[in-house]
């Protein structure tokens, strides 16, 4: 009796949980069916459940138990059909993932609902791409990694998923390795090196807690100094010097909290100035002078926060000015002038904003006045003139917002006077 009882009890529970579930299905606009389970009377999902692509694929399927948490494996497919990954949601199984073309990508085991053993991930060709051992859910000890070439990428040891010890990095081209240095909760530590392709050292310096700190140097793949200079932080600090492969100094300048400072120069390949700047913060303030190969000076220009402010001259290569203007928060503002190669004015202009405003008046190389007339906001404004080589006035055009309202020529009687026509 006890028995019989026992089986109609389980009978009810079964029968009670059927009715608790309510078929579930979600259509695309094609009418075929994008997902597939079923509910509880709470509208938790309950037992199976697939979702499919709008072509009728499979797209992924699992279990949930009766509180809505997903049991068992779930699988996931490619729209081509193939199978995509698997994801244990159990204690215990086998996590798995795949390539399009049905390579394994990786598999770990799941213990205690942990990963745990030797771990190995594949490329696409079935190439070994990285080797390591999973302890309680994270990667710890040896790990090596691989290019698809079959050479190295990089390899060191990881406890608790971080890098710790020494590490090595490597060039895809050929396996030479580029760096090397060790790590300590995966920040870098102590002394790293780097390198060329070709395995020549390329610079080295300090780590301290993941930030560069103390001198770091540079090499040429010659050997030779490149440059020089210190951290703090992780942030340039004090002087800094770039030189030649021959040797002759190149850049040299000063940085404050990794912003350019004070005073820096640089120099042409033979020891001839290039160029003279400061810095503020990183930004260009005060006067610029740049400099041709034999050390004349072509250009000066004034500056503040890193704009073009104040003064700017250009020069020839015979030290003949050719323009003086004045700028405003990077934009030309106020007069500028222009000279003719020979030193000889050539045009005087009015600029706000970087926008032509006011009088503009150009001159022949004798000095003669050639043209004349007015901008407003960058637009050619009111009457302008123009003159042959002996002052005599040719046309004028009248101008409004830019665009040309009138025009009249000016002819010349046998003795060269003007007459309007």
Not at 145 to 155: K, P
Not at 295 to 316: C, D, H, I, T
Request: proline share 0%; hydrophobic share 25%; charged share 35%.
């Amino acid at each position: 009796m006890k028995k019989f009882l026992f089986t109609i009890t389980i009978l009810s529970f079964f029968t009670l949980s059927s009715f608790a579930q309510k078929e579930y299905t979600e259509y695309w606009k094609n009418n075929s069916v994008s997902t597939k389970g079923f509910k509880s009377d709470k509208g938790v999902r309950v037992g199976n459940w697939t979702w499919f692509n709008e072509n009728g694929t499979k797209q992924q399927e699992g279990t949930y138990d009766d509180s809505g948490k997903k049991i068992n494996t779930w699988t996931y497919y490619f729209e081509n059909g193939k199978l995509k990954k698997e994801e244990c949601y159990s204690d215990n199984g086998f996590n798995k993932a795949y390539y399009n073309n049905g390579q394994l990508y990786f598999s770990v085991e799941i213990k205690d609902g942990k990963r745990v053993g030797d771990y190995k991930e594949f490329h696409k060709d079935g190439k070994l791409k990285m080797t390591g051992t999973y302890l309680d859910d994270e990667l710890d000890g040896d790990v090596d990694f691989f290019y698809e070439s079959g050479f190295m990428e990089m390899e060191g040891n990881l406890k608790n998923g971080k890098r710790n010890d020494n590490w090595k990095y490597h060039y895809r081209i050929n396996g030479n390795i580029g760096s090397t240095g060790s790590f300590i909760d995966d920040k870098e530590t102590g002394r790293w090196y780097y390198f060329y392709e070709t395995s020549e050292k390329w610079r080295e310096g300090d780590f301290d807690n993941g930030l560069k700190e103390g001198e770091w140097i540079t090499y040429y793949e010659s050997g030779k100094l490149l440059h020089k200079g210190n951290y703090e932080n992780g942030l340039e600090e004090g002087l800094w010097e770039s030189l030649y492969e021959n040797g002759k100094l190149k850049d040299k300048g000063s940085f404050s909290k990794g912003k350019m400072s004070g005073k820096w120069n640089s120099w042409y390949e033979d020891g001839i100035i290039k160029t003279e700047a400061s810095y503020k913060e990183g930004l260009k303030e005060g006067l610029e002078t740049l400099y041709d190969t034999r050390g004349q000076a072509f250009l000066k220009a004034e500056y503040k926060e890193g704009k073009l402010n104040g003064k700017y001259e250009k020069y020839s290569d015979r030290n003949v000015l050719l323009e003086q203007s004045y700028y405003k928060n990077g934009y030309k503002d106020g007069k500028c002038t222009f000279y003719y190669i020979q030193g000889a004015k050539l045009r005087e202009q009015s600029f706000k904003d970087g926008k032509p405003n006011g009088k503009w008046i150009e001159y022949n190389e004798d000095g003669k006045i050639s043209a004349k007339g007015s901008f407003s906001k960058g637009k050619q404004t009111g009457t302008w003139v123009n003159y042959d080589k002996l002052g005599n006035k040719t046309s004028e055009v009248k101008y409004k917002d830019g665009r040309k309202v009138s025009q009249k020529v000016v002819k010349k009687d046998k003795d060269n006077q003007s007459k309007n026509f």
